[in-house]
């Protein structure tokens, strides 16, 4: 079963940084690639960041590549997002989920409530 928790969100200030948190079940860390993507109110969902299984590959929207930075513990079951330089137009709630393959074009299948992010200038 798909089990997926998100944590970390915050209020920061325009240049800060966050370390969000993706809990996940063994069966999604182990069949799945496990992405993040965000939501803000009047814009589209937007695919954030993406990292593969074993290799582990890493993949970045062009909005946050250099920035954010992903990363995965299979031991700890958990799959963070640590976000740099944060700026306005990072504010949203950030989900993060499964997806058989990394990239914007592949459907999420399954993701958690999302934690919200709010950058303040």
């Known amino acids: 079963q798909v089990q997926l928790a998100e944590s970390g969100g915050d209020l920061v200030q325009a240049g800060g940084s966050l370390r969000l948190s993706c809990a996940a079940s063994?069966?999604?860390?182990?069949?799945?690639?496990i992405a993040w993507f965000r939501e803000a109110p009047g814009k589209e969902r937007e695919w954030v960041s993406c990292?593969?299984?074993?290799?582990?590959?890493?993949y970045y929207a062009d909005s946050v590549k250099d920035r954010f930075i992903i990363s995965r513990s299979n031991n700890k079951r958990t799959v963070n997002l640590q976000m740099n330089n944060l700026k306005r137009e990072d504010t949203a709630v950030y989900h993060c989920?499964?997806?058989?393959?990394?990239?914007?074009?592949?459907?999420?299948?399954?993701w958690g409530q999302g934690t919200q992010v709010t950058v303040s200038s």
């Open positions: 989920a499964t997806q058989t393959s990394c990239g914007a074009d592949f459907p999420f299948l399954s």
């Open positions: 063994a069966f999604a860390l182990g069949y799945h690639s």
């Open positions: 990292i593969s299984g074993s290799p582990a590959r890493t």
